[in-house]
C-alpha cells in the first residue's frame, strides 16, 4: 500500500490519517522515500501502530515504550538526517507549533543512500536541505552531549557541506558534489542523533509550526545568529569548526574566528538563495513573544551551550527578524 499524502512539516492530523491507512493495509514494514516530512511522518506511524493514542503523547525524550515496526528510508534531500536519527519533528496544528520527539526506536534499520536520487530535488529545496545539514553538524559539535565520535562526523560533515553544497546548485547533475552532500548529509544525521542539537533548531521549530515555513531556511536565517550568541560566552568550539570549513584560525582570537564562521555561513546562505530575514518568511513583530515562549519548551534546548531565558530568545528573533 501506498501512502502519498504527507505535507512539509508533517502534521499532527496526516499523521493519524496515515496510521489508518496503515491498519487498513496490514502491512508490518514502513518504508519511507522521500525528504525528512515524509521520513518523520513514516516514523510517527510507526509510533503510533506499536504504541497507541496520539503522536502529540510523545513529545520529549524516551516517551516511545514499545517496539515499532522495521523502518526502512530512501531519502531524497541531502539532508534531514531523519534517515539515521532518532528524532522526528511533527506539526501541532492546534498549538501551530512542532513538537520533537526523540527516542532510540526511532533510528529506522535500514538506510538506502543513493545519490543519484538527490538529482530529482527542486532548487530551493536543495539550498534548505544542506542548509539543515550544515546546522545539524554545526550543532552536534557545540553541543553539552558532543563526544569523539560525534566530532569527528560533525567536522567532516561540515567540510563536505561547505565545499559541494553550492556546486550542487550550479551543476545539479553532476555526480561528485551530490556525493558529497550525500555523505556530509549522513555525518551530520549521525552526530545529532548522538549529540542532539541546540537553539538554532529551538528556534526553527517553533517558526515552522506557526508559520509551515520550510525548516532548512530557517535554519540558513538562524543560525548566523546563534553561533555570535552561544560563541559571546564560549568562542573556542567554534575553531574546529572554522578550520573545517577553510577559515584561517592559526593565530587569532576565538571570538574573531567564530564571527567570521558566522558570516561565512550568511554568505553561504546567501549565494544559495536564502532571504536575509525571518520577515521574508512571514514572521512578525508580534509573534515574537509567542515564539520565544515556546522554544523554551523545546527538547533540543537542553543541549545548547548556552543557558537561555525567554528575554535571549526574544532578542535572538530580534535580531533575525
Not at 18 to 47: F, N, T
Not at 240 to 249: E, Q
Not at 261 to 275: E, N, Y
Amino acid at each position: 500500500m501506498v501512502w502519498s499524502e504527507p505535507t512539509p512539516n508533517p502534521k499532527d492530523h496526516e499523521i493519524a490519517a496515515a496510521h489508518e491507512r496503515y491498519l487498513d493495509s496490514g502491512a508490518d514494514v514502513i518504508l519511507a522515500v522521500g525528504g525528512g516530512s515524509c521520513i518523520d511522518a513514516a516514523k510517527g506511524v510507526a509510533i503510533l501502530a506499536s504504541n497507541g493514542g496520539t503522536i502529540l503523547d510523545y513529545a520529549g525524550v524516551d516517551k516511545v515504550i514499545h517496539p515499532i515496526p522495521p523502518l526502512v528510508m530512501a531519502p531524497s534531500t541531502s539532508g534531514t538526517g531523519a534517515d539515521v536519527s532518532q528524532f522526528a519533528v511533527v506539526t501541532d496544528t492546534e498549538r501551530h507549533t512542532k513538537i520533537t520527539i526523540i527516542s532510540r526506536t526511532l533510528v529506522p534499520d535500514i538506510s538506502v543512500i543513493d545519490p543519484r536520487l538527490l538529482t530529482t530535488m527542486p532548487e530551493e529545496l536543495n539550498a534548505a536541505t544542506g542548509l539543515d545539514a550544515l546546522t545539524h553538524a554545526i550543532e552536534a559539535y557545540v553541543s553539552r552531549a558532543h563526544n569523539r565520535l560525534t566530532d569527528h562526523h560533525a567536522l567532516h560533515a561540515a567540510r563536505l557541506i561547505t565545499g559541494n553544497l553550492r556546486d550542487t546548485t550550479l551543476e545539479p547533475r553532476r555526480a561528485t558534489p551530490r556525493i558529497g552532500m550525500a555523505q556530509g548529509a549522513l555525518e551530520a544525521g549521525m552526530a545529532f542523533t548522538n549529540a542532539i542539537l541546540g537553539i538554532t533548531h529551538a528556534m526553527s521549530h517553533q517558526v515552522g509550526g506557526l508559520l509551515d515555513a520550510p525548516h532548512g531556511v530557517l535554519n540558513g536565517v538562524l543560525l548566523p545568529h546563534a553561533i555570535r550568541f552561544n560563541a559571546a560566552d564560549d568562542p573556542d568550539r567554534y575553531v574546529p569548526l572554522a578550520a573545517a570549513v577553510g577559515i584561517g584560525v592559526e593565530g587569532r582570537p576565538a571570538d574573531e574566528v567564530a564571527d567570521e564562521l558566522a558570516l561565512f555561513i550568511r554568505t553561504l546562505a546567501d549565494d544559495v538563495g536564502v532571504p536575509k530575514g525571518l520577515s521574508d518568511l512571514g514572521v512578525k513583530e508580534g509573534d515574537l513573544p509567542t515564539l520565544a515562549r515556546t522554544t523554551l519548551d523545546d527538547a533540543c534546548l537542553a543541549t545548547n551551550p548556552r543557558e537561555v531565558d525567554a528575554a535571549d530568545v526574544y532578542a535572538l528573533f530580534r535580531q533575525a527578524l
